[in-house]
């Protein structure tokens, strides 16, 4: 779906469906975030929704993306949804206690990640099943929104790394911008849906992890199983911002040093 006469877009969508056969079964909380959301992004948002023909439709999958926004998430699900794929985010558990919203989550089928507990396995091992039963798990592999000043993405923890490494599963380098137009998340919390922004989404080609297969899954290889990962999705941001990549990622551990130190502050 590109960007281009807003009235075409639901027609471009159902046209795409019937293409490209029915969709996956969702269940009642799936299909009630998607009866709310889906009108909610064609009326309020663009799309230009690039990449959908590297999204396996079937099998077990993981994505990973850039982190921009709190809006982002609804992005990146609408996109995988037009995709034809249900995806099930890891998301920090906190979200998960809210009263309505932890329910919706749940029953939807997403995964908490409790940080630094023993619990933070369990996050694990779901996300590893779930990929074995041929589902499509999405992973924010910096965590975080990201803390580069110009919305580049920051390095990368490893799980989406041990997941794809465990299970052969194909990972996919999802980029997203525009979301940070309609909510900044550092400083205002303003909401600005007027005048309507454009969603970009892309995917690309699966990364490329054969020259880590077959061999012992240690730290060492994880991280840099997971530079590689991070470098595909910068790449593919670097495509939607028509600009070059930072030549080194944002280290947020870094820059904490710094921080402790006392010689500078974080820049945002």
């Known amino acids: 779906m590109t960007e281009g006469?807003?009235?075409h877009q639901e027609a471009a969508v159902n046209g795409q469906r019937t293409a490209e056969g029915p969709r996956p079964r969702r269940g009642f909380w799936f299909g009630l975030v998607v009866a709310i959301v889906k009108p909610f992004m064609l009326i309020w948002t663009k799309q230009d929704f690039r990449g959908r023909e590297n999204v396996p439709r079937t099998g077990g999958m993981v994505f990973v993306t850039n982190h921009i926004s709190h809006f982002d998430p609804f992005v990146i699900g609408f996109f995988l949804w037009e995709c034809r794929r249900i995806p099930r985010l890891l998301g920090k558990a906190s979200l998960f206690k809210l009263p309505i919203a932890g329910r919706i989550l749940t029953s939807a089928g997403q995964i908490p990640v409790f940080r630094d507990s023993a619990e933070a396995a369990d996050a694990f091992r779901a996300a590893v099943a779930a990929v074995?039963?041929?589902?499509?798990?999405?992973?924010?592999?910096?965590?975080?929104?990201?803390?580069?000043p110009e919305l580049w993405p920051m390095t990368g923890k490893t799980g989406a790394a041990r997941i794809a490494l465990m299970t052969g599963c194909p990972v996919i380098p999802i980029a997203n911008w525009g979301a940070q137009e309609v909510f900044a998340s550092y400083?205002?919390?303003?909401?600005?849906?007027?005048?309507?922004?454009?969603?970009?989404?892309?995917?690309?080609?699966?990364?490329?992890?054969?020259?880590?297969?077959?061999?012992?899954?240690?730290?060492?290889?994880?991280h840099e199983a997971t530079e590689v990962i991070m470098r595909r999705v910068a790449a593919e941001l670097g495509v939607l911002r028509g600009e070059t990549?930072?030549?080194?990622?944002?280290?947020?551990?870094?820059?904490?040093?710094?921080?402790?130190?006392?010689?500078?502050?974080?820049?945002?």
Do not use: Q, W
């Open 5 to 7: 006469n807003d009235s």
């Open 132 to 148: 074995e039963k041929g589902e499509c798990v999405g992973v924010y592999p910096e965590g975080t929104i990201t803390r580069d």
């Open 187 to 222: 400083g205002s919390l303003r909401v600005r849906l007027l005048p309507r922004k454009t969603m970009r989404v892309t995917a690309g080609e699966p990364v490329d992890l054969s020259a880590f297969e077959g061999k012992p899954i240690t730290n060492e290889l994880l």
């Open 245 to 268: 990549p930072p030549p080194e990622l944002f280290d947020p551990r870094k820059h904490k040093a710094v921080d402790d130190n006392g010689e500078d502050g974080e820049t945002r």
